[in-house]
């Protein structure tokens, strides 16, 4: 059996709302091809605008002045000879690009990506759970991803990538022989398709729960208490079409969306990594959703109009089921009886973000989403000896937050976890 790669790190935030593990996968080349971390500045708002509709620029570790971006050395090499002001960051390179082994192609079947499981795989583990825990456990399909509903599937040339789609599967978790109703938590994994490592780190919690059951008092605990409901990927097309991308990571920041051509036809090749078709599944929510933050080629575009995409039409008619709070419209906080926890998973950040994300203007249980953020981190010591205790998250972003790992304020449109509070009001 083999382990899991260094980059699957074990800082997953147990804790609420949008939450980001850490990881990049790499591709190694040769010294021109390499790819590395580099800081790239701008000198006016307008010009940090065009960077990012034109480069492949990391959310979360950019600066007061500069954007990080991934590209190779020669890329950095044109840039700068361009007169554009571009650094090299050894920091983030190391981060990112450490050694790591990767197919050069997706593997047929149920096998692994040198550690990190293929769709077909988790959909395996999925379907083992169910069958193994009928006393536990419950698949329920809600809705199908946007390949499903073509005749014949999803197909990409040059490189060529291909499915017929899937359905949506949540896995529901709870004791059926001790009656409810219980306190709903709902966990999702792999909106953003390049993110590869949250569904691992959500396959264990499940393994956890179940195979731990009769081992673990907090296993027990939750299953008999609670009614936990899981989606391992909730952008399956997506996934499936970065699984059979050549050189995984050379496409990986262009591949977190979905595999719709809605006002967009390009195609990510080898030499233009920073556009491509889909839809970005963490903005197409309805909450403050916003037809401007991208261009339908762009890295976070959000769809035609909210909810246009049936995988998040999908979970967002799912939780609207499940969850029987919502939020009071007249603007006063949700109350703090309010029943219900909504997790949704990451990587690469290191940070909780609560809402409202990217504005300039508070929730009304700004205090309350905060406290819980930063209770629901465990603590543990540095690294090194003498360091300070520090939550394992690293970071909690709040609106109108000037730190760099955070979203400018108005510069997103509100994401998934924005709407899970806005309209049910939950401590997500």
Not at 139 to 153: H, L, R
Not at 161 to 188: A, E, F, H, M, Y
Not at 228 to 238: A, F, K, S, T, Y
Not at 366 to 381: G, P, T
């Amino acid at each position: 059996m083999k382990t899991a790669p260094s980059f699957v790190k074990t800082c997953l935030i147990v804790g609420f709302f949008q939450l980001v593990s850490c990881g990049f996968a790499v591709a190694q080349g040769t010294a021109g091809d390499a790819r590395i971390a580099v800081r790239v500045y701008f000198t006016s708002e307008n010009d940090r605008q065009q960077l990012e509709q034109t480069m492949s620029v990391d959310e979360h570790s950019g600066g007061p002045d500069y954007v990080m971006v991934s590209m190779t050395v020669d890329e950095m090499s044109r840039l700068v000879q361009s007169g554009r002001r571009a650094e090299r960051d050894d920091v983030y390179t190391a981060e990112w690009f450490h050694p790591a082994k990767w197919l050069p192609t997706a593997p047929a079947g149920p096998l692994d990506l040198d550690g990190v499981h293929s769709f077909a795989a988790i959909q395996q583990f999925f379907n083992q759970k169910a069958a193994a825990y009928p006393n536990f456990t419950e698949s329920i399909t809600i809705g199908p991803s946007w390949c499903k509903t073509q005749a014949d599937g999803c197909r990409q040339f040059d490189p060529l990538v291909q499915t017929k789609g899937s359905d949506l599967r949540v896995l529901k978790i709870t004791n059926k022989n001790i009656p409810g109703p219980k306190p709903i938590l709902w966990i999702d994994a792999g909106i953003h398709a390049n993110e590869l490592e949250p569904p691992e780190l959500l396959m264990k919690f499940v393994s956890w729960l179940l195979d731990g059951y009769n081992i673990d008092p907090d296993a027990r605990w939750l299953v008999d208490s609670r009614e936990i409901h899981v989606l391992l990927i909730r952008n399956p097309d997506g996934r499936e079409f970065v699984e059979q991308l050549p050189g995984l990571f050379v496409y990986k920041k262009a591949d977190r969306k979905t595999a719709h051509p809605l006002g967009c036809t390009i195609w990510p090749t080898r030499d233009s990594t920073h556009e491509r078709l889909g839809v970005d599944l963490n903005r197409n929510s309805p909450i403050e959703w916003s037809s401007t933050i991208d261009v339908p080629c762009g890295e976070t575009y959000p769809g035609s109009s909210p909810l246009s995409e049936p995988e998040a039409r999908a979970v967002h008619d799912y939780l609207q089921k499940i969850f029987s709070s919502r939020l009071p419209a007249n603007g006063e906080p949700a109350p703090l009886s309010t029943s219900g926890t909504f997790l949704n998973m990451h990587s690469a950040g290191g940070t909780v973000f609560v809402p409202w994300n990217g504005k300039d203007y508070c929730p009304p249980n700004q205090r309350d989403l905060v406290n819980l953020a930063l209770h629901m981190n465990a603590k543990h010591y540095g690294d090194a000896p003498g360091t300070p205790i520090q939550y394992s998250g690293g970071f909690v972003c709040q609106p109108s937050d000037p730190d760099a790992r955070c979203y400018p304020p108005s510069s997103y449109p509100a994401t998934t976890v924005d709407t899970a509070y806005g309209e049910l009001g939950n401590f997500c």
